[in-house]
């Protein structure tokens, strides 16, 4: 039924035939009225593409920002008006809640009891005029009042009276405490598509981590989300409005930084899912940052625990979710810092963090060593091993960003985020910060030039990767490449986990270049730091042991000829004490090296030639070799790799002139995300085939290097 307009139906048949009979019929007629019968027209569903993340479109939007910004009196001022210009209105607040009541009205007719309630940036003080109405419906009353309904009309039939209530109920036809969650969101799916006046589209997502149905309101133009297991969300966002009473200055911040990240694409899977940060995360990055800054802005959550009282104590599925109801209980910050300045030492803070060793905690309010992590997922193995039967804890899913929730601890609420979307965060922070430094961030332009937020606000296009300084491949560091060693070492932190893990990289990536591409690798044989020792490049234990005695012999390694990065702090050679956040700016004399000239662990550079084009058309060798392609994707296998090189080797004719080119391995970390970095340069290239081989490198060499380190692992 059309159940806005009551004006017509859809009749589905399910036999060809009668349709044909049913439209046969002169004239229908239901309860005395004539009603109009035609086939159903079928109109073709055009895709259009959503321009939301357009680079055209933001731009666009931020052009009509303009005007506005310019004209504030400082950087303090524009963050207050990027509030007051995306906060969710009175009247918008009002449409929600109206809506959130009729919900609620329609679901009590079916589901007794049951509640419904606003949770996520509808209601935790972030809210922009699109954003989203998260929705929990809560059914734990129902089944109650299920189970008791129940046991009376049993005890009915024998005689005691029931109240009636379940009679007409859709409770009849679904137990609630036997019902899968597919059934149930099935069920509220066809409550809302049935019963709900302007809601449409809708559709349940069963596979999500929290099951939901999605649905869009017509006339309010709004998308809403409904789950019925989110208890913790709720808790969450109760959270986030405390963060919000408590401290003033977090809402500019959020908005602002929140606007920064959907401008640089950063933030925001449009379709609910993707490799992004969501706003969620991105919020939590916000407090973790203000809880460490000096003095701390916002207190860490597990001191506000200690500030709650006695009725304010909260658990949820066995999760500790106390913290005080009003935020008068929590003493005020001391710090006193400006939003500009907090704002320009976020990025500052995000751009020298170093997230591969790290497990952000805002529990603790600081970042918890990721092999910490390690060990204990060992221990699960084990435990999980002695006994299988038993409930074991959950542990958070590791990757490229690791940020626990504040109450669910097992959950990585950035669990998502890839290592492409981790780097363009950090890029970006660090442009933001070196931008946050100069006069035109601080300053207001007598001339009316864009300044302040502005510059930082500018959309994010592609970068295209012919510039020279590009030619550089990140191998981030991935714990579980770690030696077997160390793993199984419970209390390694700081340091001392990198550079093992970078000697077994180097070899990784000598491993790859010749017996994968069959490179011809020249590694100097005397002398990597010191330029005097050995690199047997035949033998990779050789090779890791010599890269390793000459690293830790690098006291007086060369200053790297590679320009770091002003903000980027060496991690030195184990002579040294490997202390965490380690800055090489102090030599070992308590002397300041020339300025911004860094050392890092690095190995001479390889010289490498290489004769193929083993680069090009490698998708279609490998399907020819491997029937079924999709069992094995690029960069999975070693041994079929290097049989696509061999077939390629032998079936193309060689390059005109071979290519030759450098390879320098250097080791980041401590200040920034640990990482290992080849920086390529061709020394010689006839053949104009460089680039080519570098783009192809760039995507295969990451994933080749990490399979050689599983394997090797596995084999260990
Ligand atoms: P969102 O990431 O959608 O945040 O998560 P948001 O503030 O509502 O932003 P937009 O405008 O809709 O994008 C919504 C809510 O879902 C819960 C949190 O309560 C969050 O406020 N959530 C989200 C979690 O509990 N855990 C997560 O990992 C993600």
């Excluded at 109109?43 to 310019?70: A, G, H, M």
């Excluded at 890092?600 to 998708?619: N, S």
């Excluded at 279609?620 to 094995?632: F, P």
């Amino acid at each position: 039924m059309d159940k806005d307009k009551g004006v017509y139906a859809i009749v589905q048949f399910s036999e060809t035939e009668s349709i044909q009979s049913a439209l046969s019929c002169v004239e229908h007629k239901m309860k005395g009225l004539k009603v109009r019968v035609k086939p159903r027209e079928k109109k073709e569903f055009k895709l259009i593409p959503k321009k939301k993340n357009d680079p055209q479109n933001l731009q666009q939007v931020l052009n009509r920002l303009t005007p506005e910004l310019c004209q504030q009196a400082s950087v303090d001022a524009q963050m207050k008006y990027i509030v007051e210009r995306f906060q969710l209105g009175e009247n918008e607040k009002k449409a929600r809640s109206l809506l959130v009541q009729l919900l609620q009205e329609v679901f009590v007719e079916f589901f007794p009891d049951s509640q419904i309630l606003p949770f996520g940036s509808s209601v935790n003080t972030f809210g922009i005029h699109s954003c989203d109405l998260d929705l929990f419906l809560d059914l734990e009353n129902t089944k109650v009042f299920q189970a008791q309904a129940k046991s009376s009309t049993e005890q009915a039939v024998e005689g005691v009276p029931d109240d009636g209530r379940s009679e007409d109920s859709i409770l009849s036809d679904i137990d609630l405490s036997t019902a899968s969650p597919a059934e149930l969101l099935d069920l509220v799916a066809t409550i809302l598509i049935r019963c709900v006046p302007s809601v449409h589209k809708v559709h349940a997502v069963s596979t999500a981590r929290l099951p939901v149905v999605k649905f869009h309101h017509r006339e309010l133009n709004l998308q809403g989300d409904i789950t019925l297991n989110n208890r913790l969300g709720v808790r969450n966002t109760r959270f986030l409005q405390l963060c919000s009473g408590v401290e003033e200055r977090l809402r500019p911040l959020v908005y602002t930084i929140r606007y920064w990240a959907k401008q640089k694409q950063l933030a925001g899977n449009p379709s609910g899912a993707g490799p992004l940060l969501n706003n969620y995360a991105l919020t939590l990055l916000i407090i973790f940052y203000l809880q460490n800054c000096d003095p701390p802005v916002l207190p860490t959550v597990d001191q506000l625990k200690d500030m709650a009282c006695e009725e304010e104590e909260c658990e949820i599925e066995g999760w500790n979710c106390t913290f005080p109801s009003q935020p008068i209980a929590v003493q005020p910050s001391k710090n006193t810092q400006d939003l500009s300045s907090l704002l320009s030492d976020f990025f500052s803070f995000y751009a020298k963090f170093d997230f591969a060793s790290s497990v952000i905690s805002l529990r603790e309010g600081h970042a918890l060593p990721i092999v910490n992590f390690l060990s204990q997922a060992k221990e699960d193995e084990t435990m999980q091993e002695e006994n299988p039967t038993k409930a074991h804890p959950h542990r958070p899913k590791l990757g490229p960003l690791n940020l626990l929730d504040p109450f669910e601890l097992s959950h990585n609420v950035a669990g998502n985020l890839n290592e492409r979307a981790l780097r363009s965060f950090q890029k970006e922070c660090q442009e933001a910060e070196k931008y946050c430094r100069s006069l035109q961030y601080q300053h207001k332009s007598t001339k009316g030039k864009p300044w302040g937020l502005l510059r930082l606000f500018t959309p994010h296009v592609d970068v295209q990767h012919n510039k020279p300084e590009q030619l550089t491949i990140d191998i981030p560091f991935k714990a579980t490449s770690l030696p077997e060693v160390l793993r199984d070492e419970p209390h390694v932190a700081g340091d001392a986990f990198r550079l093992p893990w970078f000697q077994k990289v180097c070899s990784s990536v000598e491993v790859v270049l010749k017996t994968v591409l069959k490179c011809h690798v020249d590694a100097p044989k005397e002398g990597l730091c010191r330029e005097d020792a050995a690199v047997d490049a035949e033998d990779m234990e050789t090779t890791s042991a010599s890269i390793s005695a000459s690293l830790n012999d690098s006291t007086e390694s060369v200053e790297s000829q590679n320009e770091a990065t002003p903000s980027s702090a060496a991690v030195v050679g184990a002579k040294r004490p490997l202390s965490s956040g380690s800055d090489s700016s102090v030599s070992p004399h308590g002397k300041k090296p020339r300025l911004a000239k860094r050392r890092r662990p690095q190995i001479p550079p390889w010289t490498c030639v290489q004769k193929h084009v083993v680069w090009a058309g490698r998708r279609k060798v490998r399907r020819e070799l491997v029937k079924d392609a999709d069992c094995k994707p690029e960069g999975s296998c070693v041994e079929l790799e290097s049989q696509v090189t061999a077939y390629i080797a032998e079936k193309e004719p060689e390059l005109r002139e071979p290519l030759e080119f450098k390879v320098q391995l250097l080791m980041v970390g401590g200040t920034e995300s640990t990482r290992a970095l080849l920086k390529l340069e061709p020394s010689s290239d006839k053949a104009g085939v460089f680039q080519d081989f570098f783009h192809f490198l760039e995507g295969f060499l990451p994933k080749m290097v990490e399979t050689v380190l599983q394997k090797e692992g596995r084999q260990a």
